[in-house]
């Protein structure tokens, strides 16, 4: 079965510094991979999506994350960060095999301080 | 567009009564809708894997009895969770996979459950 680790728990960091969050997936034969970002009592939006093609995926509110096989990881960046990132972070993972369900990882509550 | 929209966004109910859930899609057809559970400051948990017109497919643990799933329609999934407790209190949100997109996700704003 499909499953995804979020190495990070939390992540303070203060406003226009650099941020990364990590996440790693179990190994498939073929994996689409997604970032998600929740606000408290909302739902959850998009941020960027691989499915395939080139590793370094750019996605919305200036995050990015890039695809990484060998080590099976898939880490989301972005260079400055604003208080209004201040939010729950989710990487999930999705498998033909186990019918396109979306599995999550444990999430990332990112702290923005200014 | 693939918008889900999710009601209600908050109920509180007594303990020993049931509490539905509608997740509709406005703009497409959702011939697949999850349903997930989220405590606070936890991740997404699945419940269970609906497709339009047949029974839910439901992950290892959570009683079918409990938290009924009806898909009867394209545009329309719910869930149902019978004779609540206070264990039941969550976060549970649904998500749509967009007909003909495997890759198209897209997620209710989520309905806050207290049951008292």
């Known amino acids: 079965a499909q499953s995804v680790t979020q190495l990070d728990s939390q992540v303070p960091v203060f406003e226009e510094a650099p941020v990364e969050l990590r996440c790693n997936y179990s190994?498939?034969?073929?994996?689409?991979l997604f970032w998600y970002v929740q606000y408290p009592n909302q739902g959850l939006q998009l941020l960027l999506k691989y499915l395939s093609g080139s590793t370094l995926v750019k996605g919305i509110n200036g995050f990015e994350a890039e695809f990484n096989k060998s080590q099976t990881s898939f880490h989301l960046r972005k260079p400055s960060v604003h208080i209004s990132d201040t939010a729950e972070y989710f990487c999930a993972v999705s498998d033909y095999n186990q019918g396109g369900k979306l599995i999550f990882g444990q999430g990332t509550e990112l702290s923005v301080k200014p | 567009g693939a918008v889900v929209s999710q009601h209600p966004s908050w109920v509180i109910c007594k303990s020993g009564t049931s509490v539905k859930i509608e997740c509709r899609s406005l703009d497409f057809q959702a011939t697949t809708m999850f349903w997930y559970r989220q405590f606070p400051k936890q991740s997404l948990m699945l419940m269970a894997t609906s497709n339009e017109g047949s029974k839910a497919t439901y992950e290892q643990g959570v009683e079918k009895d409990k938290f009924l799933i009806n898909h009867a329609s394209l545009t329309l999934s719910t869930l149902t969770v019978t004779s609540a407790h206070p264990e039941d209190s969550s976060f549970y949100i649904c998500?749509?996979?967009?007909?003909?997109?495997?890759?198209?996700?897209?997620f209710g704003s989520g309905t806050r459950l207290t049951v008292v």
């Open positions: 190994s498939s034969v073929s994996v689409y």
């Open positions: 998500s749509a996979r967009v007909q003909d997109s495997y890759y198209g996700y897209t």
